[in-house]
């Protein structure tokens, strides 16, 4: 069964950093494109960023390009989102989603890790 698996949310003040971690089981990061998608307090999930299967090629939603960078570890197996700059508009769960597919402009998904809390407050 395939599991994805988050860490590395919790509470931070407006411009600080927080480095999200999600590890899979059952397959590698390296074959599949991946991506993370956050869903803030009575909002529908947004999707924030993505990378290619060969980890050459990212992508971000305007509103955290320049702050976020996605990246990717095949020897661990680790997809991570460094988030550098954050506004209190971040603040959300984030999940880790493996891609299943793009299609006219849209991102399919077909497995979602359990997700991790950011806030960001003063």
């Known amino acids: 069964e395939v599991q994805l698996v988050e860490s590395g949310g919790g509470s931070v003040q407006p411009g600080g950093s927080l480095r999200l971690s999600c590890t899979a089981s059952?397959?590698?990061?390296?074959?599949?494109?991946m991506s993370w998608v956050r869903q803030a307090p009575g909002k529908g999930p947004e999707w924030v960023s993505s990378i290619n299967s060969g980890g050459i090629t990212t992508y971000y939603t305007d509103s955290v390009k320049g702050r976020f960078t996605i990246s990717g570890d095949t020897a661990k197996n680790t997809l991570y989102l460094q988030m550098d700059t954050l506004k209190p508009e971040d603040t959300a769960v984030y999940y880790c989603?493996?891609?299943?597919?793009?299609?006219?402009?849209?991102?399919?998904?077909?497995?979602w890790g359990q997700g991790t809390q950011v806030t960001v407050s003063s």
């Open positions: 059952t397959f590698s990061f390296g074959s599949y494109d």
């Open positions: 989603v493996r891609v299943r597919g793009y299609y006219s402009g849209t991102y399919y998904f077909d497995y």
